[in-house]
């Protein structure tokens, strides 16, 4: 039985108004499920018999019934170009729904500007877990009025946010058993390496290096460390360790397919404008491929028994895991409430906010704690930067906790657990 995702809403939408729209993420995230809900027709590109039958007789689009879905484009790029020609010559809307996970390097194919857009789709938010019965909606904080309170319970502790990180946001994998689970997930990363690399025209010589580097990056998850101290950190653990040059390659190839994100540093306010930290903040798709990649179980973290070079480049794994998992949630609520998403910090590292949602002049400041309570030291930043800003945007301050209970503080921070903050 097909599990709604969130954007389904605005993918129906658009798709009433356009011809062509692109689902695009990493694998296994679910974009032929999602997109099959729509299609009348699908055509599988990665059968050989169909691709061959549709690059041979493109026109076969046209004659099937719409609207129609092409799983797996990339492997028949031609077809991209095929429909947006169809949509030059005007294309009826909700006929053509494309999905892919990347697009082979220096592929001379047209980006379909102006003609396709594209979606991306992620693994599981919070609410897509369905953590909860009830949800306070990034929609409803972006619409909140000043003075007005929170309120609601949740029954969930750090235990139960750990089991969720474990468990992924892939949909086809969470609900296995803990054994099965982790051989889906190390053969997800084993993947990356020893196929997607090569499949999307990048060229791995050392994938030994490619490891490495992944390592370090996946330590690196929830900081803004800069680039050459990853590098360093994979030359410490790894004497085949990449250069520069070569780490970059991994870190554009990794972004194209989708493993790693970079949240950007926030820069749009006068008077903190000359002050700013311009690092971005590194993520991976989903904190249990980090896991994955580090071999850190489930007994590891909570017993802190952690091996000693994650330990010293990260004393807090359990804090930036669950800020890996709010992240995960807040790009997909990010992108259904057309907000964007930044974090904050200043030059010195003095003052820091995990994450900011931007919506026009509305702003939603978020701080991220593995602690169930709400103590003043936490939202010391939020109060900060609302006496900075204040008098320019309008700002909502939200605490992320995994206590139980959903409450204003009187200093106008409101305290969510994590499992309850939805759409």
Known sequence: MYEKRIIDKTLKEYFQELPVI???GAKAVGKTETCSQLAKTIFTLDNEATRQLLVADPEQILRS?????????HLAPELWSFARHLVDKGLDPESILFTGSSIKVNSRIHSGAGRIIRMTLRPYSIEERRISDKYIGVSDLFQLNRGENVSGTIEKSLADYLDEIFKSGFPGIRNKKGKIRRLFLDSYVNNIIEHEFSENGFIIKQPEKLLAWMKAYAVSIGTTTNFQTIIDVAMANNSQAPSRPTANNYREALSVLYIIDEVPPFLAIGKLYPNLAKSPKHF??????????LKVSREQIENYKVPKHIGKFNQTLIGLLLESLVYQSLIVYADANEADLYHFRNSRGTREIDFILQKNSNWILFEVKAAPDAKDSYVEHLNWFEDIAKNEVDIVKVLLNTGNFVYTRKDRVHVIPVGILGV
């Open 22 to 24: 692109l689902v695009e």
């Open 65 to 73: 019934e719409k609207p129609l879905l092409l799983d797996e484009w």
């Open 284 to 293: 991976m798709l989903d904190p249990a491929i980090a896991l994955s990649l």
